[in-house]
């Protein structure tokens, strides 16, 4: 239940943003250097977009494993 529960938080963060970057950190704070570099093109190109910080809460990176697109968020840390 709980999984399913964050998939719906995730899905609600996609369907209100047209970019989200799930990342270590926030867009200011950056805790890794794919999340800075990311975030700096992001910047650069003048794209408007949204951080989730999945270092504060695990239950995103585990209910990330059943979304049918690219790596879980694990296989990053």
Do not use: W, Y
């Not at 899905?11 to 794919?34: H, S, W, Y």
């Not at 239950?59 to 296989?75: D, E, N």
């Amino acid at each position: 239940m709980e999984d399913e529960t964050v998939r719906n938080r995730i899905r609600a963060e996609i369907a209100r943003n047209d970019v989200v970057l799930f990342m270590k950190g926030t867009p200011q704070i950056p805790q890794c250097g794919f999340s800075a570099v990311v975030t700096e093109i992001l910047s650069h190109l003048g794209v408007s977009f949204t951080g989730v910080n999945v270092l504060e809460d695990d239950a995103i990176v585990r209910a990330s494993r059943s979304f049918p697109t690219g790596r879980p968020f694990q296989s990053f840390m």
